[in-house]
């Protein structure tokens, strides 16, 4: 922490405390620390970094930090907003303005005034909306859309992006000016590669809020699968080691693992391939149901033994009341992010669908918005959650993907 000052580290703990923001890395403190230290300054900050690193926790430190902070913090996802709509989203509408403008309504900076207005995926505005923001930005003016009155607002700008803004300039996609502008102060987020014991601090934290979650036995990690995980390069960074983290904590509940099965949920695995993952790929859907049916074969063995234990217990006294704990079900035990994420819709067994009378039948017939989901499911999971890779291995642009992501639940 050789950056941060010392008189700093009181109140930058209780900021990762509120926060639950975990780590020590010396970057990372770096980074919250300079969040701070900018935090009562009224300057435009943008934050950088890879995909998955963090960064959507920086304008809530540069918010609460704030003179601000009894004020809004309104967060944009500029990527999922249509273009088309953009304009009327940020700056608002009159009456009339288009077709379906029924009434007139207020935008974000109008919305925020006096407040913080948090631009993610900044890259991804259109250049006619980089016009308006920049003109905000300069002289606090905006004009609604279909509207001639200027109006007012008092807004401070964090924006973040995980791509290479000055490139996105000399392409052409980004206004220069408007570069300048928002990146008067910036905040690079490292990599998690880059964040050494960060790791398994980061692994151990979200295997036992996984694990408190759904009342699962926790899992351990054994020291050949701490090692892979602290030497693997994590390209989805703190979001893929999520994903990650609680797909083993579900599947692998109650056992230590060790780097094999750990590699199993790795899309190459750890660079070497054993025996069971060489043949098929991975990340197969085959591993997957083997997966899925081993656990279920296992919840249902304990539940079957839970029952017995009941059943004899009742038998000897018929007035014990018994305060069982409660029994989730399968489905129920998934968070949404892993069913969507590893088991695909065909292959999710009903809770009380026992293992023997399980129809393998109901496991084609998927329709095309099936197939679609699956396709985007696949692609995101081999590219670690980073969109702007997934974009382009499906080949249809990012809007279009952050679209289908939002339409099928696959956030
Ligand atoms: N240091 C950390 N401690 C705890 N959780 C973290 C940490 N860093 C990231 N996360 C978690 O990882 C996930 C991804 O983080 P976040 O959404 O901020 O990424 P991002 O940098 O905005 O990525 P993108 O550029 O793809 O939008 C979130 O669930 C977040 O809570
Ligand atoms: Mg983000």
């Known amino acids: 922490m050789s950056n941060v000052p010392v008189e700093m580290s009181a109140e930058l703990q209780a900021v990762k405390n509120r926060l639950g923001l975990v780590g020590n ?11 701070m ?58 009456k009339g303005a288009f077709t379906d403008a029924i009434s007139s309504r207020k935008g974000y900076f109008e919305e925020a005034d006096g407040g913080t207005i948090f631009l993610d995926e900044v890259a991804e505005l259109p250049l006619t909306t980089q016009a308006r923001l920049l003109r905000v930005l300069e002289s606090g003016e905006f004009l609604k859309v279909g509207s001639s009155v200027v109006q007012k607002t008092n807004i401070r700008i964090v924006a973040a992006t995980n791509v290479d803004l000055s490139k996105a300039v000399e392409e052409g996609r980004f206004r220069e000016d408007l570069y300048y502008r928002l990146s008067t102060v910036l905040i690079n987020v490292p990599p998690l590669r880059d964040r050494g014991g960060d790791i398994m601090l980061l692994a151990r934290k979200f295997a036992s809020d996984f694990a408190e979650r759904y009342r699962m036995p926790a899992i351990a990690f054994s020291d050949s699968a701490a090692s892979a995980l602290v030497s693997y390069r994590w390209p989805g960074n703190v979001r893929q080691l999520k994903n990650v983290v609680e797909q083993v904590a579900l599947f692998e509940a109650g056992t230590e693992v ?43 063995r304990e539940l079957d033994a839970v029952r ?11 007035t014990q009341v ?45 329709t095309l918005e099936d197939t679609e989901r699956e396709t985007i499911r696949q ?16 080949n249809i642009s990012e809007r279009t993907l952050y679209r289908k992501i939002k339409e099928y639940g696959l956030e």
Request: aromatic share 6%; hydrophobic share 40%; with cysteine.
């Open 322 to 366: 018994v305060d069982l704990p409660h029994a989730p079900s399968i489905e129920a035990a998934m968070p949404r992010s892993i069913v969507k994420y590893t088991a695909p819709k065909q292959f999710v067994v009903p809770a009380e669908a026992r293992p023997a009378t399980v129809d393998v039948s109901a496991m084609s017939g998927m």
């Open 25 to 35: 890395a010396p970057a990372l403190m770096e980074a919250v620390s300079r969040a």
């Open 37 to 94: 230290r900018v935090a009562p300054i009224d300057l435009s900050v943008l934050v950088i970094g890879e995909s998955g690193t963090g960064k959507e926790f920086f304008p809530k430190i540069i918010h609460m930090g704030s003179a601000r902070k009894h004020n809004k913090l309104i967060a944009v996802n500029c990527g999922a907003i249509p273009q088309g709509t953009i304009d009327s989203e940020l700056f608002g509408h009159e």
């Open 258 to 300: 060790g780097r094999d099965e750990l590699a199993r949920y790795i899309p190459q695995g750890f660079g070497i391939s054993t025996p069971a993952l060489s043949s098929e790929g991975l990340h197969s859907y085959a591993q997957e149901r083997e997966v899925l049916f081993n656990m279920i074969f296992r919840l249902q």
């Open 379 to 394: 692609s995101l999971d081999r590219n670690g959650g980073r969109r702007k890779a997934t974009a382009k291995e499906l």
């Open 308 to 318: 017995a234990e009941i059943a004899e217990r009742t038998d000897h006294s018929a």
